[in-house]
């Protein structure tokens, strides 16, 4: 990415339709923040941290050696932060290994016609069978052999991804890999999945074609109950999104597997949220999106 990416009409830092959105964007997260107890100062030394690394490595120019002072100069911090920045990089985001093991293991259930059950849902497992019959063990040796089964359904029940139901079986307790249960688990979702919706609209912002898909359906005015209702109807028509996508997602990956330039990463999601709606707030009015 370089500064030539941006193809607005103006410069984005006098619009003030963008700071009006940034406003309300920030919002919610200063909230999380501040329920945490984390402060400003604190989340100031880490936005110096970002606007040096991005700045370092999206806005290079072509053919020519990124230096302090081009980065200083981007990003409006002083050359001695912006050294000491560069010298120490970040620590990326990965998902820790049970976790993206638990991905593998998850999207294997849903998608492989072996472990769903008629209906084409996951079918609950037993814990254990003989060779060559569906159990719960099979699955997760189908991905690997170097975790046991029984740790993998202790860390999966902990984090609510999985019950035993009345006979025993080992059963999916959402189609969707998101724990219900676990900081540090949903602090990675957070990032990525978050990360993956602004990274799309910021894209769409700042570009007039070869924009990505990004939708929402936006109602006020309604009751509470009303709003529990499009939840359940989210649900549902999301997973049912979600399962289509996970099953050809994995197709592709597996026939991409041994390709050359099988660089990319692909993210799609759902969310929903209803709250009431204080007066004089900057939510959008409009009946629908």
Known sequence: ????????DQPPGTSQALWKALRTLLRPLVRLLLGLQVTYPQLAG?????FVEVGDRDFQLKAKRQTDSRV???????????KRLRRTAGIPSVAPVALSLGEQIHSRWISRSEWLDESG?????????????????????????DIRPRSVLDEWMRLGVAKLDADGNVALAASAFVPSKGFDEKSFYLGRNV??????????????SETFVERSVYYNRLSAASG???????????????RALNRRAAELQALDREKVGNDQHFNFGIYV???????????????AE
Do not use: C, W
């Open 1 to 8: 990415m370089s500064d030539g990416d941006f193809q607005t």
């Open 46 to 50: 880490l936005l110096k941290e970002v």
């Open 72 to 82: 200083s100069l981007l990003t409006g911090i002083h050359r001695k932060d912006v």
């Open 121 to 145: 849902g996951p079918r609950a497992l037993p814990r254990q069978a003989s060779p060559g019959l569906p159990s719960f063990e099979a699955l997760v040796e189908s991905v690997s052999r």
């Open 195 to 208: 990360a993956s919706h602004i990274a799309a609209a910021a894209h769409n912002l700042t570009h007039e």
């Open 228 to 242: 529990r209702e499009l939840q359940r109807l989210s649900e549902e028509k999301g997973m049912d999104a979600l």
């Open 273 to 287: 949220y209803q709250e009431a709606v204080l007066p004089n707030s900057e939510v959008g009015d409009a009946d």
